[in-house]
């Protein structure tokens, strides 16, 4: 494989540590204050495997729950449910379209979307969240978090701070691996093994970009 794209895959993993926020690359990301946004997130592996369960849920006050619930609904946390399931369905949709035919796909999605949303639906997410934040913050926290997001500043930055986000990660991504290339380049005299993979044979399989130039790093989905 060009090592330059190995070197891209590595560094969109390290890039993006949650799922949390990702939604398909159909859907608008909706952002958790705080949470990287998703949209370069690694391709999903050929198999899966099963999480272990969450916790019980834990008794909060029902008046710090609320508050808690509007900070969710202010800042669109909400929603994380949704986005979750929606790259979970994605992720099986591509997995299983390589074992089912074409004919067959929709049939067995529409199916699994609907035993999966009555398995767990969207509202589970947030009712799962909702003691983490009792642990997090008391009461006059949360207000005041909400107070601030509330405002047209905290407004803007939930609905500008996913593009900022993605064009960071971009920025990021683009300058670490041109600096793991030319690190890599310069070590070539030391380690004659790297030759190859930096510069494979123009039209050799796995070859890349010609002359053995670094494949470009993929943009983020074109909405």
């Known amino acids: 494989m060009k090592l330059s ?59 710090k729950e609320a508050a808690i619930r509007h900070l969710m609904d202010v800042t669109e946390t909400s929603k994380l449910g949704d986005n979750i399931n929606e790259v979970l369905t994605n992720r099986v949709r591509d997995i299983m379209s390589r074992s089912i035919s074409a004919d067959k796909l929709p049939k067995f999605m529409d199916a699994f979307s609907q035993k999966f949303s009555a398995a767990s639906p969207a509202s589970a997410v947030t009712d799962a969240m909702v003691p983490i934040y009792a642990r997090s913050f008391s009461m006059e926290e949360i207000q005041e978090i909400s107070k601030f997001y509330e405002s047209p500043v905290g407004q803007k930055i939930v609905k500008q701070m996913p593009q900022v986000t993605r064009e960071s990660q971009d920025a990021g991504v683009q300058i670490e691996q041109n600096a793991a290339m030319s690190v890599l380049e310069g070590m070539q005299d030391d380690y004659p093994e790297l030759k190859p993979m930096l510069h494979p044979q123009e039209g050799a399989p796995g070859g890349g970009a010609p002359g053995g130039a670094p494949a470009p790093v993929p943009g983020p989905p074109q909405k």
């Open 5 to 63: 794209i190995t070197l891209a895959a590595a560094l969109l993993c390290a890039a993006i540590p949650a799922l949390a926020q990702a939604p398909s690359s159909t859907a608008p990301a909706q952002h958790q204050p705080g949470v990287a946004s998703p949209q370069h997130t690694a391709p999903a592996p050929a198999t899966m495997s099963p999480a272990a369960p969450p916790s019980l849920a834990e008794k909060v006050d029902p008046a």
